[in-house]
């Protein structure tokens, strides 16, 4: 069947009906609901929730479902009711420091103060496929593990090596500064680290993870130790000026990485470590851990280093990674093109024209 | 749903039979790296899958297997891969360098001396030595057919120039038999003199880059320098706090906030047998 583009309407209306009977699928299989996919889809809620940059979990689920399982499309959902909110006040700077941890560890200390938590992960499971019963007994839990007994006030590996002056130490700008909002204004070129965080905190999981992954391999010329990694809850606070009064919003769960990397020295300092930084709202170590090794690599300007990988380059990493924006335009290809693709068509037949006529005329000189 | 079952060392009969062709090979060049047609596994990419496929391929029934990371066995990951592999094989297990017929390692080497019939298994990261110098294979392949090394000893010279040090504590290139420029996995320079006239057979697997490569016993293995600024290893002004050694490799453990710091041991077989001579 054709349907040409002008009076689409009706093929609309169906196309909409034929993608919620999609949608639901098999109609003896039990629907879910949003609150199965918060609790038993977690990660997959969280990775909606941070490159969405909202916190609202049941709402990331209901987005799930609606796109079918499609994150990209859930993320752009999410975004789109984002856009929605009003902004009503900037909060305090995350004091991540006093985040209560579910799980900490540190690849470059064997023994840590606050020690080394692994909390749930799968890094020590074997990928091997279990059975999954149809109506499992709750999962056992684990040993000498109060979960109420999450740790507070643990001072972070970076801080330990700032403190002997191995690394870089890092302090926000005066208080004055207004963060740049990557949701309110464009983004500028050069941009700085507050703009760039802001960026990477809600780009694309896979675009970082494979700009990330070049630069192990080569293609960004440093090495990326994992200094701590750190899930946990962290309180959002707000500050009522007027009042002269803070108060708390909640607490929602983020993921920090600090990546440690080799040196940088100058005439009037001693070498140091250098650092990378991710944050990622939610429970997504795999893109912390890609976002600290990408800030780093787009700080090589700063740090005098040459910038010869596409990781290095500021344009290419922040024009391109966010999936909403880069998902939109791929499938705008879908859209008709027919005006201009008939201008080529015209274009292309004149050239073929000329292209005979002079060949016609090159071999009739050859006759002579 | 059926319990799934698993051969003996996971791997089909097949895939195993391609590995220790692979494994020959790369004994018979020593240092040169072999592709093989490297198998998803059921731990993660760099997490130590090459030494995991050569181990599945290599270990018999009657073996005896130590895994360590950073030198120790009680870490999560050598923890981990232990299990898999006994899991698979059914293997003894061991701690103990000196009753091992196979160890599999991250980034040490014992410091037990090892001996002739054992073989070391190593996890690789990146197999190629001139990898950060020249990303591209197509290239590095043609400077390793030349024998064309001139970049790393360039890099090595600028280090000295700008920092009076070698920048390279860990994998620190090694040429091996004479010739072929090879990357010893990130063992801490402290290990490389290990590496030369070792009598155990030292295999090395790369699975996320698809290589494995081997130095046989009783190979010469030289550690890159220049006359004027000979090949040094680290060393402490330290001993280790529990057994009192003073010439084995030392972790900094941080252990209080107030960033004290204590050094002990890496290589916790070791150090458990300092310990009992102690004793």
């Known amino acids: 069947m054709f349907v040409s583009a002008k009076g689409g309407e009706t093929a609309i209306e169906n196309s909409i009906r034929l993608l919620a009977q999609r949608r639901r699928g098999d109609l003896s299989v039990e629907q879910v609901s ?12 969280d990775r909606v929730m941070a490159e969405a940059a909202l916190w609202e979990p049941i709402t990331a689920a209901h987005a799930i479902q609606q796109a079918r399982g499609d994150l990209v499309e859930a993320v752009f959902l999410l975004r789109a009711w984002r856009t929605t909110l009003p902004r009503q006040a900037f909060s305090k700077a995350l004091a991540t420091e006093n985040m209560r ?15 080394q938590v692994l909390g749930p992960t799968f890094d020590y499971t074997h990928r091997l ?11 056992s839990p684990p040993e000498q593990l109060h979960v109420e007994d999450l740790m507070r006030n643990v001072p972070t590996v970076a801080r330990l090596l700032e403190d002997v002056d191995l690394m870089q130490r890092e302090t926000p700008e005066n208080s004055g500064h207004v963060p740049f909002d990557i949701t309110r204004e464009s983004i500028r070129f050069p941009a700085d680290r507050d703009q760039r965080l802001q960026l990477l905190g809600r780009g694309d999981e896979g675009f970082l993870l494979s700009l990330a992954y070049s630069v192990q391999r080569g293609f960004g010329g440093n090495h990326p130790f994992v200094g701590e990694l750190r899930v946990g809850w962290v309180m959002i606070e707000v500050e009522l000026e007027e009042l002269d009064l803070v108060i708390s919003l909640g607490e929602v769960r983020i993921t920090e990485c600090q990546t440690v990397h080799q040196f940088i020295s100058t005439s009037d300092q001693p070498p140091q470590f250098t650092r990378g930084y991710g944050l990622v709202v939610g429970h997504n170590e795999r893109k912390a851990i890609a976002m600290a090794i990408v800030d780093r690599a787009l700080r090589s300007k700063e740090l005098g280093e040459s910038i010869q990988f596409p990781a290095q380059d ?9 999936n909403v924006q880069a998902s939109g335009f791929v499938s705008h290809l879908k859209l008709p093109h027919h005006v201009d693709f008939q201008s080529e068509l015209h274009l292309l037949r004149c050239l073929r024209a000329a292209h005979s006529a002079k060949t016609y005329s090159t071999s009739e000189g050859t006759e002579l | 749903m059926r319990e799934r079952s698993y051969n003996f060392g996971y791997l089909d009969e097949a895939t195993k039979r391609s590995l220790r062709r692979a494994i020959l090979k790369s004994v018979a060049i020593p240092g040169h790296q072999i592709p093989f047609g490297s198998r998803e596994m059921p731990i993660a990419f760099g997490w130590g899958t090459g030494a995991l496929q050569i181990n599945c391929a290599l270990l018999g029934p009657t073996d005896t297997l130590k895994v360590i990371d950073q030198g120790a066995d009680d870490t999560v990951n050598a923890i981990s891969l232990k299990k898999f592999l006994h899991r698979m094989t059914g293997v003894r297990l061991t701690e103990q360098t000196s009753q091992a017929s196979v160890i599999q390692t991250r980034h040490r080497i014992p410091e037990t001396p090892l001996r002739a019939g054992q073989i070391m298994v190593y996890q690789v990261p990146i197999p190629e030595p001139l990898r950060f110098l020249e990303p591209r294979e197509i290239e590095t392949r043609k400077l390793h057919a030349y024998g064309e090394y ?3 000893y360039l890099k090595l010279y600028e280090d000295l120039a700008h920092h009076g040090e070698s920048k390279s504590s860990y994998d620190h290139p090694v040429t091996v038999n004479g010739y072929r420029l090879s990357a010893p996995s990130p063992i801490p320079k402290f290990d490389n ?12 697997g790369a699975g996320r880059e ?3 490569y081997a130095i046989p016993p009783y190979t010469n293995v030289e550690s890159l320098s220049f006359q004027d600024h000979p090949f040094r290893v680290q060393s402490w002004e330290q001993s280790c706090e529990q057994c009192g050694s003073n010439n084995s490799f030392l972790d900094e453990l941080i252990v209080d906030d107030s960033g004290k710091r204590r050094f002990v041991c890496s290589d916790t077989d070791y150090c458990h047998q300092q310990l009992s001579k102690l004793l």
């Open chain 2, 210 to 212: 698809q290589r494995c």
């Open chain 2, 193 to 204: 003199p290990k590496l030369h006239h070792s009598p155990a057979l030292q295999l090395f």
């Open chain 1, 129 to 139: 496929l279990e059975e999954i019963e149809e109506d499992p007994s709750p999962p």
């Open chain 1, 101 to 115: 941890l579910e799980r900490r560890i540190s690849a470059i200390f064997k023994d840590i103060p606050g020690g």
């Open chain 1, 314 to 322: 500021e344009e290419f990493v922040l024009a391109h990674l966010d």
């Open chain 2, 150 to 152: 001139g970049a790393m």
């Open chain 1, 34 to 45: 949003s609150s199965q996919i918060v609790e038993q889809l977690g990660l997959a809620v």
